[in-house]
């Protein structure tokens, strides 16, 4: 069984442009949520996919655009990149069942916009 | 608008004492409660949940305890040990599954 993994690791963009993010779930995971963490900050809740479907969104504006494939497997969109845009950026996947919402991460992507 | 908070920064405790990390939440509409720990350079790493129709979790040294009157939870650690030294975040969600995480509080255990 393979856990969540992020692509890149580290990346460093310029103002305005664009990057994509991607995001491979756990095996048999078919909900995938992106979430941005700023320094000193705790995870803020960007959007979730469940089986290619958008299913639920946070404040973010609509530069911030997402996919999921028909393998569960995920991109994280964002354009016209900002300062403010430099975070860590995690991908999480589970597999909702009644009561129980437990997800798992990737390791992240780590985004410097400059 | 911060829905889930951990008002503790950091927490240092002493190895074999209890650790104790405080969570307060303002949505009542939240169902499910969860703990994950962080390490640096690595993603968050689930640790343990509870439903909001318990008021207590245990999983080994880790429990965790929900009070819905006062909208908060804690979660403790007997006996802390130093590789439990990380960062700890509480997060709630509600349906359809989207969590709500606080800032985190930092313990460490020392030797």
């Known amino acids: 069984e393979t856990g969540v993994t992020q692509s890149p690791t580290h990346l460093i963009k310029t103002r305005g442009q664009q990057v994509t993010l991607r995001c491979s779930s756990q095996?048999?995971?078919?909900?995938v949520s992106w979430y941005q963490q700023a320094l000193g900050q705790g995870p803020q809740f960007i959007f979730q996919y469940y089986r290619e479907e958008e299913n639920g969104r946070g404040n973010f504006p609509p530069r911030f655009s997402g996919l999921q494939f028909p393998n569960y497997s995920s991109e994280l969109n964002v354009n016209a990149l900002e300062l403010d845009d430099s975070a860590l950026y995690l991908c999480a996947s589970s597999l909702p069942v009644l009561g129980s919402t437990e997800a798992f991460f990737g390791q992240g992507t780590r985004l410097t916009v400059v | 608008d911060q829905q889930v908070k951990q008002n503790s920064p950091s927490l240092s405790v002493q190895e074999g004492r209890i650790s104790i990390l405080n969570c307060d939440y303002t949505?009542?509409?939240?169902?499910?409660f969860l703990w994950y720990k962080k390490y640096p350079a690595e993603g968050p790493t689930f640790l343990i949940s509870?439903?909001?129709?318990?008021d207590k979790n245990e999983d080994g040294r880790f429990t965790v305890f929900l009070n819905k009157s006062a909208k908060h939870l804690s979660l403790h650690i007997v006996p802390s040990q130093p590789g439990d030294s990380a960062v700890y975040f509480c997060?709630?969600?509600?349906?359809?599954?989207?969590?709500?995480f606080g800032a985190g509080t930092r313990l460490t255990v020392k030797p």
């Open positions: 509870i439903s909001s129709i318990k």
């Open positions: 095996s048999g995971h078919n909900t």
């Open positions: 997060a709630a969600s509600d349906p359809p599954g989207d969590m709500r």
């Open positions: 949505n009542s509409m939240f169902d499910y």
